[in-house]
């Protein structure tokens, strides 16, 4: 008999192997309806590992998981702390929406043979990014990173079959992915060379006897730039407009709600947890990369957004000003401010995944991608889909009693409370900017006589249901904020005192 | 001087490689170009974990029986086995992408893809 007290046990590993384990089943069944369950039954099992994770971490406190037995700082070693347990649940339960969204959306967008093969990659992706954000060792996050990395460029390689133009946008975000985890490698291989370790709490503490090596700075610096490109900060975020344009729209969820969010997380740690001693340098890289850039980003991002009509595209360039809201929080280099980031990651993960699947449920009936037209008179053809959109771009717009607003209340608090009054004036102006895109969005759907194409298409349950629990939890958790904001704060705890 | 700098020849011969590779990379419009130097880009990478690992004097970490055997740090190559897996399967799927555009858009120049699709776009 399997004994479950020692399941349990092994949840750290397990909530990644198990993905990683069904990803070749749901390759092999190749019937696409099996496949999806295959798909389905990993991501409720993650969300099943994580969410027992977090109340057993949240309860007795951090788990450190020694792969195979191997102490650290030989053997691999899994931390589930607050942080990253805050983190495999916003991934897993995110995944499980995207995948039950999945199933209608990619049957329709996708080739018919590689229907099953792409839950294949689904899985690959989940449980590449579980492993990406749950590991303590510098070199296996690397390994994860590409396996989340690889993965999701075939799945953006397979909206191919309604637009070409995502070969190339995969092959970007292949080209540009795979130079920056070659850059991580060498940070990697950079602070390596110094301390001899890999395992990042023993690097935590060799570095921080290390202030002043010029290894450790360029090695540090290596690594920050690999992973501004995974978390397309502005610069390096070529790849990201186009990838979320023309991938499937299911993937689009999938990756705005995980992948980039994952990638933040990890900065955050290596920026607060590995660095914390290392002040002057922590500092220089707060103040001179990630500001300005997280600046430049917020009012690039809302910009080209205003004036894009594709609506995919749209949204991904107001991702890109949201991750900006996102990094400037980091920048702070306060607790607060890791708290507002940590709030903004989980609650722009909710908003993005609703819109670009209510777009996405739109785009599915015109067999086309959508521009801003396309959604005239929408109110009257898809009543659910447009209450549903409207909730999440209210949300996005920071509105009072959606989590947009708390997120932007926390990001507020935190810089007033620094005194950074330009970011504060920015924070604001750019909010108002963000009325731009959003309310042609709104003006399309409810004030517009509807033009011939849109009276064609109708509300399907099968398509909205994810989407409407998705719009609810924006209103619910923009009223009752506290387990996001508590389990953030906490997250940020982990993060960044513990460290002091 | 001199001789600091000769000593560590071996770093840069990496340095070289990684700055040639990541050349191609940016420089070269055809795809297959591109992943030529990503794979120069990644193989330099590789050789600095090895000459991390190598010890003056050293064998084979293989147990001999004598007691002060000197050999060389394992770990980077177990480390760099790993990354060679990445990039093979890196190398692979690049390639994989390049033959479907290849029968998409029937060239692999960077820049009549880019032609053709703003054409797409103003469609």
Same mark, same amino acid.
Request: aromatic share 12%; hydrophobic share 55%.
């Given at each position: 008999m399997i004994d479950l007290i020692a399941i349990e046990n092994h949840l750290p590993a397990l909530q990644v192997v198990i993905p990683l384990l069904l990803a070749p089943f749901a390759i092999l069944v190749s019937l696409p309806f099996l496949s999806w369950l295959v798909a389905l039954f990993g991501s409720l099992f993650c969300l099943y590992s994580s969410v027992s994770l977090f109340f057993h971490v949240s309860e007795f406190g951090k788990i450190n998981y020694f792969m195979g037995g191997w102490l650290p700082p030989y053997g691999i070693e899994y931390v589930i702390d607050d942080a990253s347990s805050f983190m495999i649940v916003l991934i897993s339960l995110m995944g499980v929406f995207a995948t039950i969204f999945a199933y209608q959306s990619l049957k329709k967008e996708i080739n018919k043979k590689s229907q099953s093969k792409v839950y294949g990659m689904w899985l690959l992706a989940l449980g590449g990014l579980l492993g990406l954000v749950t590991t303590g060792d510098a070199f296996n996050l690397f390994v994860f990173l590409e396996i989340s990395s690889l993965s999701s460029v075939t799945l953006v390689a397979l909206g191919s079959k309604n637009d070409k133009r995502a070969l190339t946008a995969a092959f970007n975000y292949l080209l540009i992915g795979a130079v920056g985890a070659t850059f991580y490698v060498i940070g990697v291989g950079l602070l390596y060379s110094v301390t001899g370790t890999l395992n990042i709490a023993d690097l935590t503490i060799k570095i921080s006897e290390l202030t002043g090596n010029n290894s450790v700075k360029a090695g540090i610096s290596f690594i920050i730039i690999g992973l501004m490109v995974k978390a397309a900060i502005f610069p390096l975020h070529i790849w990201l407009p186009s990838a979320y344009t023309f991938a499937p729209s299911a993937v689009a969820v999938l990756l705005t709600a995980t992948a980039t969010k994952a990638a933040l997380y990890v900065l955050a740690r290596i920026l607060f947890t590995l660095l914390f001693n290392a002040d002057d340098f922590t500092v220089i890289i707060l103040q001179w990369v990630l500001l300005p850039a997280s600046i430049v980003a917020i009012f690039f991002g809302t910009i080209r957004a205003i004036f894009e009509k594709d609506i995919k595209k749209l949204l991904a360039f107001s991702s890109l000003s949201q991750i900006g809201y996102i990094t400037i929080g980091l920048t702070l280099g306060t607790a607060s401010g890791i708290m507002a980031s940590f709030i903004h990651i989980a609650n722009h993960s909710m908003m993005k995944a609703a819109l670009f699947m209510g777009i996405g449920a739109i785009s599915i009936q015109l067999n086309k991608s959508i521009n801003v @037209? @396309? #959604?005239?008179? #929408?109110s009257k053809s898809m009543p659910v889909t447009s209450i549903s959109l409207t909730v999440v771009i209210l949300s996005l717009l920071g509105i009072p009693l959606t989590i947009g607003f708390i997120s932007k209340v926390y990001l507020l608090k935190a810089v007033f409370s620094h005194g950074n009054w330009p970011i504060l004036f920015i924070i604001v102006l750019t909010s108002f900017l963000a009325l731009g895109y959003a309310w042609q969005m709104i003006e399309n759907i409810w004030m517009k006589q509807p033009g011939d194409t849109t009276l064609t298409i109708k509300d399907d349950p099968k398509i909205y249901i994810p989407l409407v629990v998705l719009a609810v939890f924006n209103i619910i958790f923009g009223i009752y904020a506290y387990p996001i904001v508590n389990s953030a704060f906490n997250a940020s705890a982990a993060i960044f005192w513990k460290a002091l | 001087m001199i001789h600091g700098i000769l000593g560590i020849w071996n770093y840069w011969i990496v340095i070289i490689l990684m700055m040639t590779g990541l050349f191609i990379v940016i420089s070269r419009h055809n795809l297959v170009k591109k992943m030529v130097g990503l794979t120069i880009f990644q193989t330099s990478v590789f050789l600095f974990y090895i000459s991390l690992g190598k010890v003056q004097g050293g064998t084979a970490?293989?147990? &001999?029986?004598?007691?002060?055997s000197l050999y060389s740090n394992p770990l980077p190559h177990v480390l760099i086995l790993t990354a060679i897996v990445v990039g093979v399967a890196t190398t692979a799927l690049g390639l994989a992408l390049i033959l479907r555009i290849k029968s998409e858009y029937? &060239?692999?120049?960077e820049n009549e893809i880019a032609k053709l699709n703003t054409e797409e776009n103003s469609k």
């Amino acid at each position: 008999m399997i004994d479950l007290i020692a399941i349990e046990n092994h949840l750290p590993a397990l909530q990644v192997v198990i993905p990683l384990l069904l990803a070749p089943f749901a390759i092999l069944v190749s019937l696409p309806f099996l496949s999806w369950l295959v798909a389905l039954f990993g991501s409720l099992f993650c969300l099943y590992s994580s969410v027992s994770l977090f109340f057993h971490v949240s309860e007795f406190g951090k788990i450190n998981y020694f792969m195979g037995g191997w102490l650290p700082p030989y053997g691999i070693e899994y931390v589930i702390d607050d942080a990253s347990s805050f983190m495999i649940v916003l991934i897993s339960l995110m995944g499980v929406f995207a995948t039950i969204f999945a199933y209608q959306s990619l049957k329709k967008e996708i080739n018919k043979k590689s229907q099953s093969k792409v839950y294949g990659m689904w899985l690959l992706a989940l449980g590449g990014l579980l492993g990406l954000v749950t590991t303590g060792d510098a070199f296996n996050l690397f390994v994860f990173l590409e396996i989340s990395s690889l993965s999701s460029v075939t799945l953006v390689a397979l909206g191919s079959k309604n637009d070409k133009r995502a070969l190339t946008a995969a092959f970007n975000y292949l080209l540009i992915g795979a130079v920056g985890a070659t850059f991580y490698v060498i940070g990697v291989g950079l602070l390596y060379s110094v301390t001899g370790t890999l395992n990042i709490a023993d690097l935590t503490i060799k570095i921080s006897e290390l202030t002043g090596n010029n290894s450790v700075k360029a090695g540090i610096s290596f690594i920050i730039i690999g992973l501004m490109v995974k978390a397309a900060i502005f610069p390096l975020h070529i790849w990201l407009p186009s990838a979320y344009t023309f991938a499937p729209s299911a993937v689009a969820v999938l990756l705005t709600a995980t992948a980039t969010k994952a990638a933040l997380y990890v900065l955050a740690r290596i920026l607060f947890t590995l660095l914390f001693n290392a002040d002057d340098f922590t500092v220089i890289i707060l103040q001179w990369v990630l500001l300005p850039a997280s600046i430049v980003a917020i009012f690039f991002g809302t910009i080209r957004a205003i004036f894009e009509k594709d609506i995919k595209k749209l949204l991904a360039f107001s991702s890109l000003s949201q991750i900006g809201y996102i990094t400037i929080g980091l920048t702070l280099g306060t607790a607060s401010g890791i708290m507002a980031s940590f709030i903004h990651i989980a609650n722009h993960s909710m908003m993005k995944a609703a819109l670009f699947m209510g777009i996405g449920a739109i785009s599915i009936q015109l067999n086309k991608s959508i521009n801003v @037209d @396309d #959604l005239k008179g #929408l109110s009257k053809s898809m009543p659910v889909t447009s209450i549903s959109l409207t909730v999440v771009i209210l949300s996005l717009l920071g509105i009072p009693l959606t989590i947009g607003f708390i997120s932007k209340v926390y990001l507020l608090k935190a810089v007033f409370s620094h005194g950074n009054w330009p970011i504060l004036f920015i924070i604001v102006l750019t909010s108002f900017l963000a009325l731009g895109y959003a309310w042609q969005m709104i003006e399309n759907i409810w004030m517009k006589q509807p033009g011939d194409t849109t009276l064609t298409i109708k509300d399907d349950p099968k398509i909205y249901i994810p989407l409407v629990v998705l719009a609810v939890f924006n209103i619910i958790f923009g009223i009752y904020a506290y387990p996001i904001v508590n389990s953030a704060f906490n997250a940020s705890a982990a993060i960044f005192w513990k460290a002091l | 001087m001199i001789h600091g700098i000769l000593g560590i020849w071996n770093y840069w011969i990496v340095i070289i490689l990684m700055m040639t590779g990541l050349f191609i990379v940016i420089s070269r419009h055809n795809l297959v170009k591109k992943m030529v130097g990503l794979t120069i880009f990644q193989t330099s990478v590789f050789l600095f974990y090895i000459s991390l690992g190598k010890v003056q004097g050293g064998t084979a970490p293989i147990l &001999t029986g004598y007691k002060d055997s000197l050999y060389s740090n394992p770990l980077p190559h177990v480390l760099i086995l790993t990354a060679i897996v990445v990039g093979v399967a890196t190398t692979a799927l690049g390639l994989a992408l390049i033959l479907r555009i290849k029968s998409e858009y029937g &060239t692999i120049e960077e820049n009549e893809i880019a032609k053709l699709n703003t054409e797409e776009n103003s469609k």
